[in-house]
């Protein structure tokens, strides 16, 4: 799509930044009131290395963290260490690795030696849209998107073996086109998982993308702009029907 230099913004969009109240939030026994299926705080923390390429903020993680109260962690694709450093602020035991560091997360083997987490928090490529190495081993190297989805369910099924029998697994996802056609990733996400007895713990957290570079860009085209990413919290799926 055609950009073209950003024309500055209207009184509509800064009425609309203004405008529009979150809905009411129920009164519940949750430990973090605020957490609801719209994840809408700015920022991103001092969590991470804000440089790595396609990093996330960490305050959902803290967020679900605090919901959630695991007494272990494990990140298998953790980029630029967000995750990690959540951990280390709410003093829970992380364990972190990364392809970038010789650990493949559709490799069995890799998760041979690793003992069980009552969580997982996984962040993995949106396909093709950030290249994070040539190594071919790397999910945005998927040579198809239903070779990414296959390669999910890989990941998937490896966490799910080191998940401990009360744990969860929460993925965040994106989603965008290829070659004009929607990729509808989180769907394929949701679809991997339950392929591998894994299902929703939670509702699916609309996490809004502040601060996303595309959110900058200006298209001489009509779109509907996507504002944000998904969120999966999964655990084992006791009524699956086999
Ligand atoms: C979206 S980034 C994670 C960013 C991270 N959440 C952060 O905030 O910095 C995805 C990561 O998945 C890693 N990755 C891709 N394929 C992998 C694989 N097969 N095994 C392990 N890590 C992989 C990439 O190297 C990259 O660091």
């Not at 996330?56 to 953790?78: E, H, T």
């Not at 009360?166 to 929607?182: E, Q, S, T």
Request: aromatic fraction near 8%; charged fraction near 20%.
């Amino acid at each position: 799509m055609k950009e073209t230099n950003p024309s500055p913004e209207t009184s509509d969009e800064m009425q609309q930044k203004e405008q529009f109240p979150m809905p009411e939030i129920p009164r519940s026994a949750s430990p973090v009131p605020s957490l609801t299926s719209l994840h809408a705080t700015p920022g991103r923390g001092p969590y991470g290395d804000s440089r790595y390429r396609g990093n996330c903020s960490g305050l959902l993680i803290k967020d679900l963290l605090m919901y959630f109260q695991p007494r272990s962690v494990l990140d298998p694709m953790q980029g630029g260490g967000t995750c990690r450093d959540v951990c280390r602020e709410l003093d829970i035991p992380y364990t972190g690795h990364d392809l970038k560091s010789g650990f493949n997360a559709m490799n069995p083997e890799c998760f041979c030696n690793l003992p069980k987490f009552d969580f997982v928090w996984m962040h993995p490529p949106y396909w093709n849209m950030v290249r994070y190495s040539d190594d071919i081993r790397c999910l945005s190297n998927a040579s198809s998107v239903r070779s990414w989805e296959m390669r999910m369910r890989h990941v998937i099924r490896n966490c799910a073996s080191v998940m401990s029998p009360r744990g969860h697994m929460a993925i965040l996802i994106g989603d965008g086109k290829h070659n004009g056609r929607y990729l509808a990733l989180p769907f394929r996400v949701l679809h991997a998982a339950a392929l591998e007895g894994l299902w929703l713990a939670a509702p699916e957290i609309i996490r809004f993308s502040h601060g996303a570079t595309s959110s900058r860009k200006v298209y001489s085209s009509k779109l509907i702009p996507r504002l944000h990413d998904v969120c999966f919290v999964l655990e084992r799926d006791r009524q699956r029907s086999h």
